[in-house]
């Protein structure tokens, strides 16, 4: 199979079982939205918004976060694991958006992945999904499928990201991005994986 034809199956049969794919962490704000997806990292989404469903309860604005402090921050959210980082992370990236943005969420890559605990996956999703700012998100599914359905060689996640930015036209971006987590979950998990049944492996598989 040809790429342009791999990559125009690929997109049709992912419109096709996930045409309006939903974000999987509840949020109420870009700052609510940044604080959710620090959470998530080595943690499920369920788990996440079962977290966050109390936390936000108590703060759901960076100033209100300082407040409530590490301590009390880690209590909450000790279900997600690595909690002791995490809360020391949410806490002083609060105190940042604070001392140095007002408040709000700073609307760029630079400032953003200057924030504690925030990396450039965590930036891009709130750049996505929030700012609407062209971004591909990648995680360790959108990884794994890339590598599998040969839209890269699985070298890095930065060369993943690369490769499907060039693969897939920029106002699919988002889209894209939430289409491949569903699909990775769903049809095409890490372990367990049998290509022949797989709706995309079983075509385009390399």
Excluded at 33 to 40: F, G, T
Excluded at 176 to 192: E, M, N, W
């Amino acid at each position: 199979m040809k790429k342009t034809d791999k990559i125009k199956f690929i997109g049709e049969k992912l419109d096709e079982l996930f045409p309006n794919p939903p974000i999987p962490l509840d949020y109420t704000s870009a700052y609510t939205m940044l604080v959710a997806v620090v959470l998530s990292a080595q943690c499920t989404d369920i788990r996440v918004n079962q977290v966050t469903k109390v936390l936000f309860k108590a703060a759901d604005t960076p100033k209100k976060m300082v407040k409530l402090g590490v301590e009390r921050i880690a209590e909450i959210i000790k279900p997600c694991g690595f909690f002791n980082t995490k809360s020391v992370n949410i806490y002083n990236l609060s105190k940042e958006l604070v001392e140095k943005f007002g408040g709000e969420v700073p609307q760029s890559f630079e400032e953003l992945e200057a924030l504690p605990g925030v990396g450039h996956k965590t930036a891009s999703v709130v750049m996505s999904h929030i700012f609407k700012i062209p971004a591909f998100p990648v995680d360790t599914h959108i990884h794994r499928l890339a590598m599998r359905w040969g839209l890269s060689d699985g070298s890095s996640i930065e060369q993943t990201e690369k490769d499907l930015k060039k693969v897939f036209p920029e106002n699919e971006w988002e889209k894209r991005h939430l289409q491949i987590i569903y699909f990775g979950r769903t049809y095409c998990k890490a372990r367990g994986h049998k290509p022949e049944e797989c709706p995309i492996c079983s075509i385009v598989g390399r």
